[in-house]
């Protein structure tokens, strides 16, 4: 297992895993990144991956706003999850992020995985965006200081 800085080269393989994830879960609300939204969000955003041997297993898409880094994008290719990479790459951007910046993010009401997640690493609800997303469907801010 390897933690890495993604760049233009690892584009392909971020395509690939959302692909997967979407051939398995569809394109719901609660994860929606069409090809065209995938490829805007990577054009401009930082990321960073999880490997496993030469594989892609996992990536974060996350960008700089005033105070903290802005996560918009998490996910674990099927064949990997439950296995503790994603936890792994968000302490690692944790540790990275420092004390003087916050890690934000929102996430689907319905998306219980991955709010378990976050909450496992200590992140706290912040806040709610009622009628966010396209099914109408409420936004749950957290935070991490
Ligand atoms: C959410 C997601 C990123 C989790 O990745 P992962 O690598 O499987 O997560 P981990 O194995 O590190 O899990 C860590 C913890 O998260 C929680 N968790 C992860 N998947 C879960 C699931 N399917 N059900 C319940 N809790 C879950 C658990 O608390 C887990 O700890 P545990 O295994 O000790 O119970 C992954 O399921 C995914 O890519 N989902 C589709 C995309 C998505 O919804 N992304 C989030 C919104 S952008």
Redesign the pocket.
């Known amino acids: 297992m390897k933690i890495e800085s993604l760049y233009s080269p690892h584009k392909a393989a971020m395509r690939d895993l959302i692909s997967a994830?979407h051939d398995?879960?569809g394109l719901l609300p609660?994860?929606y990144?069409p090809a065209d939204m995938l490829g805007a969000e990577m054009a401009t955003a930082e990321a960073v991956g999880i490997f496993e041997g030469e594989e892609l297993?996992?990536f974060i898409l996350y960008r700089e706003v005033p105070g903290a880094w802005e996560?918009?994008?998490?996910?674990?290719?099927?064949k990997?999850?439950?296995?503790?990479?994603?936890?792994?790459?968000?302490q690692h951007l944790i540790a990275a992020k420092g004390q003087r910046r916050e890690l934000w993010?929102e996430?689907?009401e319905s998306?219980?995985?991955?709010q378990?997640?976050?909450?496992?690493?200590g992140f706290k609800l912040t806040g709610r965006r009622p009628r966010y997303y396209k099914d109408g469907a409420t936004a749950l801010l957290y935070s991490c200081p």
């Open positions: 994830i398995q879960i609660q994860f990144w297993a996992g996560i918009s994008l998490v996910a674990t290719h099927p990997f999850q439950r296995r503790g990479l994603m936890e792994k790459l968000i993010l996430v689907h998306n219980h995985s991955a378990k997640l976050y909450e496992k690493l």
